[in-house]
């Protein structure tokens, strides 16, 4: 392979070594700056669970299996920001669903909940209104 051919596979390989730590495994880009280290903390396991690195159920499946940028249900910031007063009934409704995720539902103020709520919220601008409503002050039992 001779010119601009063998040019763009060596681009190509170093592209895919820099996806690659030294060990091979996958390394996920950095948070988006700006956050605090409460939501840098939520934003990183909310995204591990939303792209299935963190298993939340039994069908093997993750949400961004189907609600990734390149899947049948690829979300749209306007159709989560009209839903966003029913965004954990959405959630967890996918969670329970046989043919989705097939998992326990997710208590309102469990740190999954409240990290996956903290991803699309971060991810897809939503207003922070939708987070404040779940994080209950320290020490108030849940009803
Ligand atoms: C097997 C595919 C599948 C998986 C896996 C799945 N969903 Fe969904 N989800 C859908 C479909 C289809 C809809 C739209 C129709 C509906 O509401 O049932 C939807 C709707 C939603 C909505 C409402 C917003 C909208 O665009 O309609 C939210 C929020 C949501 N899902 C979150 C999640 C989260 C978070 C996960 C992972 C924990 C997940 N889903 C896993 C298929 C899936």
Excluded: W
């Excluded at 792209?51 to 979300?75: N, Q």
């Amino acid at each position: 392979m001779r010119g601009p051919g063998l040019a763009a596979l060596l681009g190509l390989i170093a592209f895919a070594a820099s996806a690659a730590s030294a060990s091979g495994t996958y390394r996920p880009p950095p948070p988006p700056p700006g956050l605090g280290a409460v939501q840098r903390r939520d934003f990183v396991l909310g995204r591990a669970l939303f792209e299935g690195m963190d298993v939340l159920g039994r069908s093997g499946k993750s949400c961004a299996d189907c609600h990734g940028s390149d899947a049948s249900a690829a979300f749209s910031r306007d159709a989560l920001k009209r839903e966003s007063e029913r965004l954990v009934e959405k959630i967890n409704h996918c969670i329970g669903d046989e043919s989705r995720i097939q998992g326990p539902v997710l208590e309102p103020a469990s740190e999954d909940l409240l990290a996956l709520v903290s991803y699309l919220v971060t991810h897809y601008a939503l207003p922070e209104t939708v987070l404040q409503t779940l994080r209950r002050p320290a020490g108030k039992p849940a009803k």
